[in-house]
């Protein structure tokens, strides 16, 4: 039985860092590429970050680059998002989620490939002053 768990949501003041954690159990998980994606209050659920199967490629939406890092430990079937430079507008659930295949999906193939996709049940991550 597969589970996807998010940790290391909570409340941080702009400009502070937070990391997420996903737990990836039931999965092989160097058969899948993982990515973060986030939901704000009233909004569509954005990619926000994506890191191939074994790591060695990373990609991050125009509005987190520089400021969010993606990684992963497969041996701990773990993946990671270090978020720092906190903005009021990263405020959001933020979800793990798992595509079967190598490569990243591109974000906007919500209908396509993503729609497979296995994920968690998010985590809150609250920027406020």
């Known amino acids: 039985q597969w589970q996807l768990v998010e940790s290391g949501g909570g409340l941080v003041q702009p400009g502070g860092s937070l990391r997420l954690s996903c737990k990836a159990s039931?999965?092989?998980?160097?058969?899948?590429?993982a990515g973060w994606f986030r939901q704000a209050p009233g909004k569509e659920r954005e990619g926000v970050s994506c890191?191939?199967?074994?790591?060695?490629?990373?990609i991050y939406a125009d509005s987190v680059k520089g400021r969010f890092t993606i990684s992963r430990d497969n041996a701990k079937k773990m993946v990671y998002l270090q978020m720092n430079s906190l903005k009021l507008e990263d405020t959001a659930i933020y979800y793990c989620?798992?595509?079967?295949?190598?490569?990243?999906?591109?974000?906007?193939?919500?209908?396509?490939?993503?729609?497979?996709?296995?994920w968690g049940q998010g985590t809150q991550v609250t920027v406020s002053s």
């Open positions: 890191i191939t199967n074994t790591g060695g490629e990373t």
């Open positions: 039931g999965f092989v998980l160097d058969h899948f590429a």
């Open positions: 989620a798992l595509v079967q295949r190598a490569l990243c999906p591109s974000f906007s193939d919500t209908a396509g490939t993503w729609s497979r996709a296995f």
